[in-house]
């Protein structure tokens, strides 16, 4: 048990340090979040639009620029927390793969890698929700905040399995750069009068902006919503630990013993 | 700790510089230097019939290897002739098409380029693999360090080191747990000439312990380094290969 917790805290305590020392990512954290929230508030037309939303089961009219900053705001969680979580896996992945090789737990990498993104997706989102509250108080701050999670989450393990799966950095960061514009781009309701298509369901935002929107100016719990970005992560990771698994198995044939490197 | 040697060459040259040092022949007859003292065991690591194509190229065409305890040997070739390769399916990183490979313990693999992580220090990095390797402390980590001489690097980031200090770090992280087999896929490039001779005097002392020692290199000036040396051409191993004794360096290594 002891060793254990030893390989682990060992591989979190390294994870978080990997994300610290990302100079460009924390830069990102600080500025782009309340630019663009900020941008928002100043920019973005208030008149009122109605749409459909699927949470609530029923027609809701909201203010344009308040529901505007809730799509910013996960538009910047989801490029921040992707984009970290795809350096990080993609720059250490012949790193993690020697480690393996060398007898380091395969199941303590990742739930270190896992640790080290739920705690600075919980952490950016907790500063953009506290953002948007500068400016505009939602109906429910706790669950806007919670919804946003669920967001960051699921881009932060599409990021891992791009980093997992792709050798170049170039197209890792391309790809969710452009998913995340796709997503929103898509799902807000200023942006396209049609956001309702049932399309926009399989989107990896498409549970946040629902919960997102309802937490903004609802009083319920879209408790199925919540939990869509939570699914998206944890099917993202399996693929980035099987493919991670299939990297570092041992590839010889017929060997009576098995080393480590 | 191995004492540093004076380079009597004038130059600090690039371990892996081969412009002016073809590989030379290596059919030379066989006279094997530690022969006496070497221990009648099994052998360490045991190739057989071992393929490997990319297409139709076809880069090893049934390999087969025995290294024994105790024993320093080189695969040398020219650029493409596979012996990375080669080194990549004995540490199970690349699978064959055919054939087997067996060790009846741990090894220590040194991969051609670094694989480092440039955000942590060369300290985060032993930490790392202390845990990695199951290690109850990294005194031997410490001595290698000493050895190569870059303990003055030890709280340094990797992205700040040279290419020479990281690949002391690449080839410690191979060495630190010990092993008794051990994969070196030309591990000195970038050292200046006083590391190299140190890495060799390593070498030495480690196959002098017992370890199994093969190393990849394309110098014409390791060579008289080696135990038993083979040639890897046409995707096949040229055996009973030896230069012991024509030390071309005019540097003996530790023995």
Partial sequence: ?261 | MIPARIATHPIPRQASDTSTHPIPHVSDPPTLRNRDRMPPSAPTLHVGDLHKSYGDHHVLRGVELEVPPGRLVGVVGENGSGKSTLLRILAGRLTPDRGTVSFPGSLGYCPQHTVLNPAFTVDQHLRFFQVAYGLPDLERAHELLDILNFAAYRRHRVATLSGGTRQKLNLTLALMHDPPLLLLDEPYQGFDWDTYERFWDLAATLRDQGRSVLVISHIAFDTARFDQLWRLDGGLLATGANTAGADITGVRTAD
């Fill in chain 1, 1 to 261: 048990m002891r060793l254990a917790w030893t390989r682990y805290s060992t591989a979190t305590g390294y994870a978080l340090l990997e994300h610290l020392r990302n100079r460009l990512a924390l830069v990102l954290v600080v500025f782009f979040v309340p630019i663009w929230i900020t941008l928002v508030y100043l920019v973005i037309n208030d008149a009122e639009v109605t749409f459909f939303l699927r949470a609530s089961g029923r027609n809701i009219t909201v203010d344009g620029n308040d529901v505007t900053k809730i799509s910013g705001a996960i538009n910047a969680v989801t490029l921040i927390v992707g984009f970290m979580m795809f350096i990080v896996t993609y720059r250490s992945a012949e790193f993690d793969e020697r480690l393996a090789m060398a007898g380091y737990p395969r199941g303590h990498l990742l739930a270190a890698k896992l640790t080290s993104l739920i705690t600075a997706a919980a952490l950016i989102c907790a500063y953009a929700t506290a953002i948007i509250c500068c400016y505009w108080v939602p109906a429910r701050p706790a669950l806007l905040w919670l919804a946003l999670f669920g967001a960051a989450l699921a881009f932060g393990g599409i990021g891992v399995m791009l980093g997992a799966l792709l050798r170049g950095e170039l197209e890792g960061m391309f790809l969710i750069i452009m998913l995340s514009i796709i997503d929103m781009g898509l799902q807000n309701p200023v942006a396209n009068p049609a956001s309702d298509n049932g399309i926009v369901r399989f989107l990896p935002s498409y549970g946040t902006m629902q919960s997102g929107v309802t937490a903004g100016f609802l009083h319920t719990t879209p408790a199925l919503h919540l939990l869509l970005g939570p699914l998206w992560f944890l099917a993202t990771v399996t693929i980035a630990g099987i493919t991670f698994r299939l990297r570092t198995r041992d590839r010889r044939r017929h060997i009576p013993f098995l080393g480590a490197l």
